[in-house]
């Protein structure tokens, strides 16, 4: 005999609307709490097929599902589940529906289910030589265009997609593929009033740079943007006169010759020094762009070392600035086109 709770799921995929409508907003509270969840994770099979039938339904009960299924994909047994269902694709395609109303919601999704290894290969459409990157290039495309077209944000959550996706290998060479060029888009996004976008861009920035070593060059066609939204973090709102900016790069010379608030963020502060720091390195070992003399490999050695103790320290993120970039600079002359003399000034 089923229980209360096997009927209560059953009436979601009951053929009258009153009764899925009356199921849903019961199942939808029973997952705001850890008691309701362990409850309702027992029945996986039913449940979360149902739910995301009733995503394409009216507008109050697609919104009871997509919240339920926000909710019960922290669990990541079973967002895991979720991902086996197709519920990425199913979440993309409704995300692009003319009519849909749970937008913000299923981005929410999206972010817990690319907390898994599977959800991030799903979304990036892996081994779909025709079809991969698709999903990407259209949130990232999304993601620029609602800041500047909306009052509201639903798209505003892509910021968390980002970070998720940009810590595997194969998100980070997609953003950084100059051909599709998705990490330009989003750099733009650096100065936005959001702070999760803010925090999206700039934690998404800092992985991308783990790919400095193979991907330099790539970084560096994005230099005009890049630049500016690394370090103007850590470059205080000091206005900058002639003299001095005429020694940096156009495009940070400018940024740094117009008033601007300070950033005080210590972790968007902290993620640009991490990316500086990366790109730094690997030009050294380059000749693509800036001529730097060759890092000796205990130079290189001392700087981790004192990156990963200074970062464990309870400093001000300007201490743990100030002490790197000395470090750095200490061996280094500015080059011609200015990258040194830019980060001095900077800081």
Same mark, same amino acid.
């Given at each position: 005999?089923?229980?209360?709770?096997?009927?209560l799921? $059953?009436?979601l995929?009951?053929?009258?609307?009153q009764?899925r409508k009356?199921?849903?907003?019961i199942?939808q509270?029973?997952?705001g709490s850890?008691?309701?969840?362990?409850s309702?994770?027992k029945? &996986?099979?039913?449940?979360? &097929?149902?739910?995301a039938?009733?995503?394409?339904?009216?507008?109050d009960?697609a919104?009871?599902?997509a919240?339920?299924?926000?909710n019960?994909?922290?669990?990541?047994?079973?967002a895991?589940?979720?991902?086996?269902?197709?519920?990425?694709?199913?979440?993309?395609?409704?995300?692009y529906?003319v009519? +849909?109303?749970?937008?913000?919601?299923l981005v929410?999704?999206?972010?817990?289910?690319?907390? *898994?290894?599977?959800g991030?290969?799903s979304?990036?459409?892996?081994g779909?030589?025709?079809m $991969?990157?698709? /999903?990407?290039m259209?949130?990232?495309?999304? %993601?620029c265009?609602?800041a500047?077209?909306s009052?509201?944000?639903?798209f505003?959550?892509?910021a968390?997609?980002?970070v998720?996706?940009?810590?595997?290998?194969?998100? !980070?060479?997609?953003?950084l593929? &100059?051909?599709r060029?998705?990490?330009?888009?989003?750099?733009?996004?650096? =100065?936005?009033?959001?702070?999760?976008?803010?925090?999206?861009? %700039?934690?998404t920035? !800092?992985n991308?740079?783990?790919?400095?070593?193979?991907?330099?060059?790539?970084l560096? *066609?994005?230099?005009?943007?890049?630049w500016?939204? *690394?370090?103007?973090?850590?470059?205080?709102n000091?206005?900058?006169k002639?003299? =001095?900016t005429?020694k940096?790069?156009?495009?940070?010379?400018?940024?740094?010759?117009?008033?601007?608030e300070?950033?005080?963020?210590p972790?968007?502060?902290?993620h640009?020094l991490?990316?500086?720091?990366?790109i730094?390195?690997?030009? +050294?070992?380059?000749?693509?762009s800036?001529?730097?003399?060759?890092? &000796?490999?205990?130079?290189?050695?001392k700087?981790?070392?004192?990156?990963?103790?200074l970062?464990?320290?309870?400093?001000?993120p300007n201490?743990?600035? /100030?002490?790197?970039? /000395?470090t750095?600079?200490?061996?280094?002359?500015?080059?011609?086109?200015?990258l040194?003399?830019?980060?001095?000034?900077?800081?």
């Amino acid at each position: 005999m089923a229980t209360e709770l096997e009927e209560l799921i $059953q009436f979601l995929s009951s053929p009258s609307p009153q009764l899925r409508k009356a199921a849903i907003d019961i199942v939808q509270g029973l997952t705001g709490s850890e008691d309701g969840m362990q409850s309702l994770a027992k029945y &996986p099979d039913v449940l979360l &097929p149902s739910l995301a039938r009733l995503l394409k339904e009216q507008k109050d009960v697609a919104e009871r599902a997509a919240e339920a299924l926000v909710n019960l994909s922290q669990n990541s047994d079973l967002a895991g589940k979720m991902i086996n269902l197709g519920l990425i694709g199913e979440a993309m395609n409704l995300l692009y529906n003319v009519d +849909s109303s749970i937008s913000q919601l299923l981005v929410m999704l999206l972010v817990n289910l690319t907390q *898994l290894d599977a959800g991030i290969a799903s979304l990036l459409q892996t081994g779909d030589d025709k079809m $991969q990157g698709l /999903y990407v290039m259209k949130i990232v495309r999304s %993601f620029c265009r609602s800041a500047s077209e909306s009052r509201d944000d639903p798209f505003e959550h892509v910021a968390s997609i980002l970070v998720n996706i940009s810590k595997k290998e194969a998100g !980070r060479k997609l953003l950084l593929d &100059p051909n599709r060029g998705l990490l330009k888009q989003i750099i733009r996004q650096y =100065d936005s009033n959001s702070q999760l976008r803010k925090n999206g861009v %700039f934690g998404t920035l !800092r992985n991308c740079c783990f790919e400095a070593e193979d991907q330099l060059q790539n970084l560096l *066609l994005i230099a005009e943007f890049l630049w500016p939204a *690394l370090l103007l973090p850590v470059a205080g709102n000091k206005v900058y006169k002639e003299e =001095d900016t005429s020694k940096m790069p156009l495009e940070l010379g400018t940024a740094l010759s117009i008033e601007r608030e300070q950033i005080d963020d210590p972790e968007i502060r902290v993620h640009a020094l991490e990316a500086i720091y990366m790109i730094i390195l690997q030009v +050294s070992e380059n000749s693509i762009s800036f001529e730097f003399n060759e890092m &000796p490999f205990l130079l290189k050695l001392k700087t981790f070392y004192l990156f990963n103790y200074l970062n464990k320290q309870k400093l001000n993120p300007n201490e743990i600035i /100030y002490l790197l970039i /000395y470090t750095l600079l200490g061996y280094y002359f500015a080059d011609e086109k200015g990258l040194c003399g830019c980060i001095l000034f900077a800081f």
